[in-house]
């Protein structure tokens, strides 16, 4: 098939701009989600029920897995039109012009590049306590000032609270539902940041598990033109994080501060294939999203009957109350070959679940009768003690 080459996609673009910017992020290593999670694994093992990395257990839909066998042939080329075709699809199914969406290989990449790109020294990264780590390893990598607002009583971002960190902000992070807590920031607190934040900052939304709520997508805020960025990824619901495909929603001109910054790196086709033809299943997003409610619904509903207590979460994990330490818990539970985790530091005696299949949140239960009732301690085994250092900035598993 004859493609016009002529056209001149986002990436060819910065690619011959090359930017002081640009060779400045050399330094700027990348914290993912299965980094974080291994970082708090007691073993390096793959076997067992694996709960704490918030994974898809459904893995890749069977066209996107019929469209990554059909590709693997034509594996030796870059293939660089199908990443506009998928960013013409993006946008369409979120009813944004092409211009506004830009694609990579996950959306890890696009959170650190843009919180590099509008934190520094001189602006500050704002982000929720307990919330996604990824940010701040970006924020401090560039010697951003961090600050840490805690939830609400309801679990939501305290937006009047991030507003109040000061008129040197240069990203508001927004993870909605949250990581780790699976709860909701409405969409009017969302527009109150947007509106009061300071004159040049960003409000970063990452709606990584939007399709597993009910919660309003802030893409009419992009369409709207105001100081937006927002993350998607096929890592959740699309059950392709192993593939890794991912998006960032915003006006031309932030998009392109965002690239500039890093550049930016050709797409897996497999991942693009696997992407389009995801979204091209339309009873995939509600079907699972019914299937991950049904599960974390029954795995509540069990936990109430037992006196635990967690946080109530519309999302693919949730935050179960250990009321001790929940280090101890992490490691009792591994002795019994079901991983979880991980812990925030600022509720030590609470660690993350992610909803697996129904098996497997059967296995989970078993395991936490046990340890709950103390029949079930750690191991005994030497624990991998491993720290994710960067920058000043620790996080200890
Ligand atoms: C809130 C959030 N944002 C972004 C990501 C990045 O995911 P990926 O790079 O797989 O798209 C994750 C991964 O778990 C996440 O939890």
Known sequence: MVRDRSVSSASRRSFLNLSGAASAAVVLRIMTEPM?????????????????????????????????????????????????????????????KPEYARVYPGSSEPLHHTVAAFASAQRSYVTADPGYEAGMFAAAAVKARVVKVPLTKDYA???????????????????????????????SDIEYLVENKPKGSIVLVDEAYIHFSDATSTVDLVKADKDVLLLRTFSKIYGMAGLRCGAVFGRADLLQKVEDYAGWNPMPITALVAASASLKDTQLVPERKRINTTIRSSVFAWLDRNGYSYVPSQSNCFMLDTRRSAKEVIDAMASQNVYIGRIWPVWPTHVRITVGTAPEMEQFQTALKKVMSGAMTASGGPRRDRKLRMDGLVIRA
């Open 36 to 96: 974080l999670a291994r970082a708090a694994r007691h073993t390096l093992t793959h076997e067992g029920v694996m709960i704490d990395a918030n994974e898809n257990p459904l893995g890749p839909c069977p066209a996107a897995r019929e469209a990554v066998a059909a590709i693997a042939p034509q594996g030796g080329r870059y293939s660089d039109w199908l990443t506009d075709d998928l960013v013409k699809e993006i946008a369409q199914a979120e009813g944004l």
């Open 157 to 187: 971002h305290d937006v009047r609270a991030m507003v109040a960190a000061g008129p040197d902000v240069g990203v508001f992070y927004v993870c909605t539902p949250n990581n780790p807590t699976g709860t909701l920031t409405s969409h």
